[in-house]
């Protein structure tokens, strides 16, 4: 029975393969049928997931004796609230703007402002210059933090160069990295050698 998941995963793998690569009106079309079933199972996934997480709040609120039993409880009205302005005005309406600008962006900008210290704290954690390596790390963050104020007049330069050059280098090494990566771990799939979905 494992090798029905893994012949039909193969099968569909190689025909979105051939329609990226290929311009056949049978492929292209069975191709665009299997992408749109993939945003229609990741909308399933995605409706299975909130179902989830109320099952876990309803689990949490009906026992009593969990501490966080009022977050909870917040979570589920403030989803029903959200869940039925959208369904009573739709999405783009004045309710659902009032509620982005003046509850989720005030929110959104106090967790980053919290977030800030705490990835202040890792840095300066990560950042001991221990070797050689932490101590070049330390000195261009230091460099293109310094840059960002106008109190030195020198340092906006040589942050644009830092943030150019070897940055620029870094990211890059690791997005080609991520993109071997992606590229290996489909052609695993494809070939059958990894086989998640048949375990």
């Not at 990560?126 to 960002?148: D, P």
Request: charged residues 10%.
């Amino acid at each position: 029975m494992k090798r029905i998941p893994t012949a039909i995963a193969i099968g569909v793998g190689l025909i979105v393969l051939f329609d990226f690569f290929f311009t056949l009106p049978l492929v292209n079309a069975i191709g665009f049928a299997f992408r749109e079933w993939t945003i229609i199972l990741t909308a399933f996934a995605v409706l299975l997931g909130l179902v989830n997480l109320m099952m876990a709040h309803l689990t949490r609120i009906v026992r009593h004796n969990e501490p966080s039993t009022g977050y909870s409880v917040l979570v589920l009205l403030t989803a029903a609230i959200v869940f039925l302005l959208g369904l009573l005005f739709g999405l783009p309406s004045a309710p659902m703007n009032w509620v982005f600008d003046n509850l989720y962006l005030p929110l959104q900008g106090a967790f980053f402002a919290l977030v800030a210290f705490f990835l202040a704290t890792a840095a300066y954690r990560a950042l001991r210059a221990r070797s050689l390596e932490t101590t070049l790390m330390l000195v261009a963050a230091l460099i293109v933090l310094l840059g960002q104020t106008p109190l030195v007049s020198v340092l906006p330069r040589t942050r644009e160069w830092v943030l150019d050059v070897p940055s620029t280098a870094g990211v890059r090494g690791i997005l080609l990295g991520v993109a071997l990566g992606t590229i290996a771990t489909g052609l695993r799939l494809i070939t059958g050698m990894d086989r998640p979905y048949s375990e």
